[in-house]
Every structure is written in structure tokens, then in C-alpha cells.
């Protein structure tokens, strides 16, 4: 296994965040039209109930893809960076692995 540092090649690097960056912007908006969605379906259907029931599902619905889009562009990341690769290759022969 090679020790080389994480993000070593900046190139590769860079294009990972942009595409993070990316994928993170669109899951913004794509939750946000989603939470808009959801809140005017559950106005439809029940009224109005609450001010605190609809900010409360605002906000987990909103938590919940933004948490769930983040961990996924972190798989994205990881892949396209290279740390998948070193982690991959497992420890030579020669090395103790009794630490």
C-alpha cells in the first residue's frame, strides 16, 4: 500500500469538490421543491392546523434529504478521489500487521 497523501493529485482533487459541490446545489433545490410540495399537499388535506406542525415538517423533511444527499455525495467523493482505490489495495506481504 502505497503512503501517499489524501487529494495527492490536485487535479483530481478539485474536480471531485466541484462535482460535491454540484450535486449538493442541486439537492438544495430539489429539497426545497420537495418541502414546498409537502407542505402544500398537507395544507390541502388538513388545513390549517399548526404553525409549529408545519415547520416541523419543514424541517425534517428538509434535515432528512439533505442529510441523506450529503452522505451520498461523500460515496461520490471518496470514489472519485481515490481514497476508495487506496483503501482497496490492502497491506503488502512485508508489513507487521500485528499493530
Known sequence: ????????DTAQAAAAW???RRIMRWMFLV??????GALTVLYKQEGMVSP????AVAIGVSFAMLLMSAL??????????????DVSEGPKDDQDLSR
Not at 500500500?1 to 495527492?8: D, E, G, L, V
Not at 472519485?80 to 482505490?85: I, Q
Request: aromatic share 14%; hydrophobic share 45%.
Open 31 to 36: 429539497t426545497m421543491t420537495t418541502v414546498i
Open 52 to 55: 409549529h406542525f408545519y415547520i
Open 72 to 85: 451520498m455525495g461523500l460515496v461520490f467523493l471518496s470514489s472519485a478521489s481515490g481514497h476508495d482505490e
Open 1 to 8: 500500500m502505497t503512503n501517499r497523501a489524501p487529494f495527492s
Open 18 to 20: 466541484a462535482r460535491f
